[in-house]
């Protein structure tokens, strides 16, 4: 039985915090909240289930001083992208093993005095840092690299990710980190503050694939792009003024030693329907080399009468809930999940 701490409480926090409650392999041991409102709730009104005992507090120092196995860190990203590094560095100093679902995939690629400062608190509290998720995390870290093991030659990997925000009800975040309706005559996204978040957070993906593919990476080339919409949109999270921005794709190449080069593109959009070339589904996988290899994958919600983005909040939780015996029983430190056999060059 691991014991458990909960850090933060939106709606994947509140899914990670059901998976623990309902999983009697697991024993919740706190509850980290953001907000003075949440502080002080019983843990189980917080996740609609009956009174825990555990209540929630916004106290970090009351977290650090709980016995607890690992804490499931699920916060949402935020400017910088840094910004939660110290709260990390603090569970890892107090002894807490953290899955963190908001970055941490390869710190590495931040440089060697960023991963230090993550890889020391880990050995000087006996902890381990992982990151995990669906994109990133499993995509490209799992699922497409294991799928290069099949080739014998390797030109290029693409990674597409489309995501439908329509239905997304936080104003902060479709209109905040998304970047929806900003106006591109008085401010270009693509060079900005978002750019240079979303440009650290996804570098990780290209960094990991580089190490597993036995390479480094020589160069990342942004080539950012918006779409701006046709009419006025109407999303659930609020209007969207014609011109205004509908749809962000951030896009980098990478370029890599050995030779394949590695894109990632992650476009999120109010209307799914502005991109006609664009396959349906979450992802698309194209990998260029002898063979080629093409594949399709979406995440769905099965239940019609819940909303749709239910579908990748519970894959996320997933996956942060499968990794939490394997980053407890792994060594103190930086923790990364590799995939069975990608392609190595010759």
Request: proline share 6%; with cysteine.
């Amino acid at each position: 039985m691991a014991r458990i701490i909960q850090w933060a409480t939106g709606s994947m926090g509140r899914t990670a915090l059901r998976r623990v409650l309902d999983d009697p392999r697991h024993d919740l041991a706190g509850v980290y909240v953001y907000s003075d409102g949440k502080a002080g709730q019983d843990a189980g009104s917080l996740a609609r289930r009956p009174d825990t005992g555990i209540v929630a507090t916004n106290s970090i120092d009351a977290i650090c001083a709980l016995d607890a196995d690992v804490v499931l860190h699920t916060p949402r990203i935020t400017l910088p992208y840094s910004a939660l590094v110290d709260d990390v560095v603090r569970l890892l100093e107090s002894g807490k093993n953290v899955v963190s679902t908001a970055g941490f995939h390869w710190p590495a690629a931040h440089g060697a005095d960023y991963a230090r400062t993550l890889q020391d608190a880990g050995v000087r509290g006996g902890a381990t840092l992982a990151g995990v998720g669906v994109n990133p995390g499993v995509i490209v870290e799992r699922i497409a690299l294991a799928a290069t093991g099949m080739c014998h030659e390797l030109d290029s990997l693409s990674i597409f990710e489309m995501v439908d925000a329509s239905q997304m009800d936080s104003a902060d975040f479709v209109f905040g980190l998304m970047g929806f309706n900003s106006d591109p005559e008085k401010r270009d996204i693509r060079t900005g503050p978002l750019a240079e978040l979303y440009g650290t957070l996804f570098s990780e993906v290209l960094y990991f694939a580089a190490s597993e593919l036995g390479t480094e990476i020589a160069e990342i080339i942004p080539d950012h792009r918006l779409t701006l919409a046709p009419e006025d949109l109407a999303v659930k999270a609020g209007p969207i003024a014609r011109g205004n921005v509908a749809a962000t794709e951030w896009r980098w190449r990478a370029v890599t030693r050995a030779g394949p080069e590695l894109l990632l593109s992650i476009l999120w959009t109010a209307d799914p329907s502005m991109h006609g070339d664009r396959p349906s589904g979450h992802w698309l996988i194209e990998i260029a080399g002898r063979p080629s290899i093409r594949m399709t994958l979406d995440i769905t919600e099965s239940d019609a009468t819940k909303p749709a983005s239910r579908a990748l909040t519970d894959a996320v939780v997933a996956v942060a809930m499968r990794a939490v015996p394997d980053v407890i029983a792994a060594p103190p430190g930086l923790f990364a999940y590799h995939p069975p056999a990608a392609w190595k060059p010759s």
